[in-house]
């Protein structure tokens, strides 16, 4: 969601990630504006929540540890304050877990050799 000049017709620049509901952390668009749904999203709409699939390519994206911060900020700034906990988490355990899949399947591999 994005600030909308209901009488202007123009999207706040530069483009900011908004909520309508008031919560910790989140977003609030300035006098004016209002919160609507019109643009696709952060990264051309690759990144988002929306859907099992694009969830998934977000969270395999920040198991890569890249650019996890910004979509962090952009789940922050829609929701709640609160995701900090997830992402870090996420970013703590994750690339962890992957790493000792990875060299799991190596080791497995190498010992029925």
Do not use: H
């Not at 994005?2 to 202007?8: E, I, M």
């Not at 999207?11 to 004016?32: A, F, H, K, N, Y």
């Not at 749904?37 to 694009?54: M, R």
């Amino acid at each position: 969601q994005s600030c909308f000049d209901v009488n202007g017709g123009s999207i706040l620049q530069p483009p900011v990630v908004c909520s309508d509901t008031v919560q910790w952390g989140t977003r609030i668009c300035p006098e004016g504006y209002q919160c609507l749904t019109l643009a696709k999203g952060p990264y051309d709409g690759l990144v988002n929540f929306d859907n099992v699939l694009f969830a998934l390519l977000s969270i395999a994206q920040m198991m890569t540890l890249e650019g996890w911060v910004s979509i962090m900020r952009y789940v922050s700034d829609s929701t709640s304050g609160f995701v900090f906990f997830f992402f870090l988490a996420l970013v703590l355990v994750g690339p962890l877990l992957s790493l000792k899949m990875f060299l799991a399947i190596i080791t497995n591999r190498l010992n029925e050799m």
